[in-house]
Structures are given as C-alpha cells and as structure tokens.
C-alpha cells in the first residue's frame, strides 16, 4: 500500500509505506503524482490522504474496505468535490450519500481514499487533459461505476470522523463541465434552468463553455482483465428460504416450486404468502401436503397487500440467506447455487440477477452496483433483514422495492446486480400478487402527478436538489405526452397535481390513508 499524501489537493508532500529516496517522484502535482505511483506498485491499493488527516488514517481498516481489485473508496471528512446540485441532473442513489456508512457512491473526495494502481491505470486515456486531483477522482469513479468499479464512501478509511458541515470545492464552471462531460446534452440546461428557477443564479458563462468539453460518457474503460475475488472470509452457512408472495396464480406458482425442487442448492424453505381474492378462500391448501425437497409454509391472508405479505414472509425465514421471488418466473436449476457462489466471490451481501421478460434483450452486461432493488429476483443477508422491512405507504402502488433497496443501502448494504446469473419473468397476464383497487386519489380531480407512492420514495430518499430536479425532469418530460400546448396552461395543471402528489404521499408517510 503506497499512499500520496498532499496538502489541500495541492503538491505532494510525503507518500506513506516509500522509503526516503527509494523513488523520486517526476512531477510533485497530485494527479500527476498519483498515476505515477500506479505505474511503479501496479498491485499495491494507492491511495491519498490531506496532510491534516495523516494522524486519523485507520490503515488497519483499509484491508477490510478494499477486499477486491476492483473497489474504489474514499471519505469526505472536511470536504467534497461536487455540491449538492448534481442533484438537480441526477436522482439516482449514489448521490445522497448516508455518511455513517459505507455507502455505494461515485462521488470522491480528496481528503482520503484508494484505488489498485493497476486498476487507476486503465484510466489513463479516460483521464486524459484533466489536471484538477478532485475532478480526475470524480471521473474515474463515474465512468469506473458503469464498467465493474465498485465505489464506496468507507468512513472506515479513518478514525475521528467529526460531524463537521462538509465544504465543496468545485466551481460553477468545474460543476457544468463535469455535467456536459458525463450525463446526455439535456442535464446540462436541466442544470442551468434549476439554478435560475430554484436558487435564482444565472449562469450563462459556465454553461456556454462547458459546450466545448469533450465528452466522457463514452468512453468504456475494460476492467475485464481483473477477475473480481474477495478476500473476505466466505459465509460457510449456504443455507436458503425463498419468500414468494402470490395472488390467483396456481398454475405459475406450482412451476416456481417445480423450479425450486429441482435446484442443486436446495432452499431450506419456501414461504408462500396468498392473499385472498375478493375475500375467496385458499386455493393452495394442497401445496403443503405435496412431497417437496424443502419444508413448505403457506401463510393465508384475507386483506391483500404486497408489502404486508413480503414482510410476513420474511418473519417466518430464518436461513442466512433470504431468496426474493415472484410467482410467475422460471429458473434454472443452478440459479441458487451460482448466486450464492458470486455472493462469496463479490464479498456482497445482496445480489440481484438478470430478469429479462420473454422478447426483452439484456442492456447491462456487467457486473456493477445497481441503482435499485429486484423484490421478484434478489438475495439478501440475515443480517440486513433485521433492520428493514417493506413499507407499507407502498401497498397497492409500487416503488416498494426501490424504498427496500434504500433502507438496505442506508444500513450500509450495496446492492450488486449480476448479469450472468438468468432469471426468466413469465409476466403472467392474470393473477399475481397485487391487487389493485380503485383508490380515492384516482377518481378526485386534480389527479396526482406523479403517483403519489412515487412521490412518497421521492420525499423519502431525495435531497432537496434531487427532488427539483426530478420535478423538472417530470414536467419537461410530460408535456410532450400530453395535449394541452400551451406553456403557461400546462405549468399551471402540472402544479396543482404535484402538489396534490405532496399532498396524498404525506398522508401515506403518516398511515392515514
């Protein structure tokens, strides 16, 4: 481990783990300095650190954070790189960070962290013309995240974390380069108009040069040559219980639990959870009496409700790992087993697979952190079931299982999403699990918009930049599906429904509805 130690991102002024005069430096500047190191201990983690923290490095952690060749960590103890407004361009996870945990996130900071240097080295042509330490951290880690870099903010890469309110260095002009340069065309008026609307600054200078920046989103740094092994200590305990909630689909379910039957990893028990439709009674009672590898609980309920049966499944599993299944799937017969297997490979603790419907092609081909959360097609740790459940301001809506990633990621659980490992969803046309009743907000003008459980995650898990821009998002995107054409007319309704949104989510959050 070789690490740059610099004083506020400007020279170099030590490295930590280099004797004296064992190696002379070219160039004294940060990034410079930083890929020289990598080319020199291309298998040694290189990292940095601001000269004021040296005394609160916790390297006896570092291990720990960085238990596979392709992570990159760092913690903001005083400062960050970019400000709260890449909100206002980007709603996903990664940029509201919760800082008392190791939370997947691209967003850098100087003050410490680490990379592999061979790893740091296939960003070299990525990288190229960028000169500012913080910027070029920032870069790597966004266009490393899409391409198998698995980024962290580590608060364990030091002692003595304060509590102290966080500075960010970037300029305006250093904030819409970084826009132009790594998000589509339209974020960076998106960018522009929120910082007039919201915050009533004007900006014209750094949005007309940030035009000329060439573009980064493109590029695809191949991380293939690493094969990714963890270092940690693999779960001995391989042991399986699958929640299944289930409404109106005998014929469906009974082939997931052929499926399951047949799987050379057998799961130690299957929790099927029905819900009575139209207050009907159990069609399922013979599934219990069946001749089934694995221990069979039926659990009956007469109010439906997705959220409430996931979370009376999961009550009644007790093996180290949960199975997250929908009714109407197909797997094939190594699915458990190649998923507990990548579980120990990664080091992860939730893993969610492919889940293409029929006719659908496969987009992401990699394996990478994931910006959501599968309830029909993932694999969760004990651990972390103890300390979420499904909300239930979620129930007949959806965006329960984004929420449920959000709970997982907030207590400090990434949420690996794994290619190679194929689960089929039928998409069945009838039957399912949720039941869908006409609600009170659908039939009282002004209608909602956006959905009111939507708006809950929104209120929920945005920061305040996320959600107005998101609402920016919303109505640019709306008004050309839609056939009123006037600006102003249409601004005017778009209002009144997001307010009603507020409104009806609110009163979701609170349980009076």
Known sequence: MKILVHKNEGLVVKIIGLEENVLKLKSK?????????????????????????????????WDGIFHHDLIMASYGQNQM????????VDQLPFVNIERNVSYGSWLMSSDVGGIMGKVLLKFVQVTQGIHNFSYLLNVIAKTGQQNSLFCYSAPGLIQNRTKLPISYSASKGQLFRFVRQNYTNIKVFILFWSLYKYESRIY??????????????????????FGIRSNKVPESDTSVDVVIPTMGRKKYLLQVLGDLSVQTL??????????SIN???????????????????LEFLMMPGVCRARNIGIKRTDSRWVFFSDDDQRLD?????????????????????????????????????????????????????????FS?????????????????????????YDPDIEIRHLKAPEGGFRHKPVLEWEITPPLPKPSPTIMVYA???????????????????????????????YLQRMKKQWKESEVWAKKLILNKY
């Open 29 to 61: 500047r940060c990034s410079a300095a930083l890929y020289e190191l990598a080319q020199n201990f291309p298998d040694e983690v290189i990292g940095w650190c601001e000269e004021s923290l040296v005394p609160d490095l916790d390297l006896d952690n």
């Open 333 to 389: 017969k190594t699915v458990i087993e190649k998923s507990i297997r990548s579980l120990n490979r990664l080091g992860a603790r939730c893993l969610t697979t492919s889940y293409l419907q029929p006719g659908e092609i496969k987009l992401y081909k990699l394996k990478k952190q994931w910006g959501t959360f599968g309830a029909g097609n993932s694999f969760v740790h004990r651990d972390y079931l103890e300390k979420v459940k």
């Open 81 to 88: 790189f970019l400000p709260p407004d890449i909100g206002y």
């Open 459 to 489: 209120l929920q898990h945005f920061s305040i930049e996320q959600l107005l821009g998101y609402k920016t998002h919303l109505f640019l995107k709306y008004y050309f599906n839609q056939q009123i054409r006037n600006p102003r007319l």
């Open 392 to 416: 239930e301001a979620y129930e007949h809506g959806y965006g329960e299982d984004k929420d449920f990633g959000m709970q997982l990621r907030k207590a400090g659980c990434d949420i690996i």
């Open 266 to 275: 057998l799961p130690k028990k299957v929790v099927v959870v029905e819900q």
């Open 279 to 297: 207050g009907t009674a159990s069609e399922l009672d013979f599934i219990v009496d069946r001749d089934w590898p694995f221990l069979v609980i």
């Open 204 to 225: 014209l200078w750094p949005l007309f040069k940030s035009v000329f920046y060439p573009k980064i989103i493109d590029k695809r740094p191949d991380l293939s040559d």
